[in-house]
């Protein structure tokens, strides 16, 4: 929770209190729209400086009430010339929002419930790369996401905890992203032997062809499928001899294939031995 210092009161032993309760969170100083100091509070006692999650650029240390920006659409003005900065927007209910703005354009941003970062959001200056990340209420990461433009690109989702229901890999990201890594604000997901660590969810999407036969049998080790039942492969690198392992996942009651590289033999066989399991090739149902 990010609060203006008007907001506090102080009891009689100095400590913090907003309303009627020891404060946990940012404490921001607001003078005349310009956020002069932002201090971490924890149950009533500063306890030190609050830092962005993510880097300030260089153009500019200005700091101030999202109110006070000029113009409805970007690029935003503040007195009159465009933007370059953070804007912090402050709401009642415990949810705050801080954004960074370049030449009046939204470049980061970060929300927060409660005092609990929910979701950040980042852009190099140049386009180089592109971040997006949600936590659920837990402080577990529920989406990560990196799209470095023409190099490569991961995301996944987390339907619960070490379960994850989307996994998508374009380009040579294991490799590339060592180039990248001082730009990358989650540290995670950067070798693929992650995959050994979880799990899919009740529905798993599959896409990209930089997911190898390796990463497919690397995800279908200890509780790997056994849980899911849709099954979506969209254009990877995954061969026959990976499907095959999908032969014994019997719970499934829908599989959706599209690939240049699995022949419709390999499906059909797998059709055959599940019946009930709903089952489509290339956009077309298989049907024994």
């Known amino acids: 929770m990010i609060v203006v210092k008007s ?21 921001a100083e607001v003078v005349d729209g310009v956020v002069n100091s932002t201090k971490l509070c924890r149950q009533g006692v500063v306890v030190g400086d609050y830092t962005l999650p993510f880097p300030l650029y260089e153009t500019s240390k200005l700091w101030i009430d999202a109110e006070f920006l000029e113009g409805d659409d970007e690029p935003v003005k503040f007195q009159g010339k465009l933007y370059n900065g953070v804007a912090y927007s402050f709401y009642k209910s415990g949810r705050s929002i801080v954004k960074q703005y370049e030449n009046g354009e939204e470049v980061s941003k970060a929300e927060y419930s409660n005092g609990i970062l929910q979701s950040l959001e980042h852009v190099e200056p140049d386009d180089s790369l592109t971040q997006d990340y949600v936590w659920d209420e837990s402080g577990s990461i529920k989406d990560f996401s990196l799209h470095a433009l023409g190099k490569f690109q991961i995301a996944l989702h987390f339907e619960s905890k070490n379960r994850i229901s989307l996994l998508t890999v374009r380009g040579d990201y294991f490799k590339e992203i060592e180039d990248s890594k001082e730009l990358v604000l989650v540290d995670r997901f950067d070798s693929p032997d992650f995959l050994k660590e979880i799990a899919a969810g009740s529905t798993l999407n599959i896409s990209g062809t930089s997911i190898t036969d390796r990463m497919f049998d690397d995800l279908l080790q200890g509780d790997g499928l056994k849980e899911t039942q849709q099954l979506q492969i969209y254009n990877t690198g995954i061969t026959n001899d990976s499907f095959r392992e999908i032969i014994g996942l019997g719970r499934l009651a829908e599989l959706y294939v599209e690939s240049d590289i699995l022949t419709s033999e390999d499906v059909k066989q797998f059709k055959l031995l599940h019946p009930n399991c709903y089952v489509r090739f290339n956009c077309e149902e298989v049907i024994i």
Do not use: A, M, P
């Open 7 to 27: 907001e506090l009161e102080f009891d009689g032993f100095q400590k913090v209190l907003y309303s009627g309760s020891l404060f946990s969170g940012v404490i």
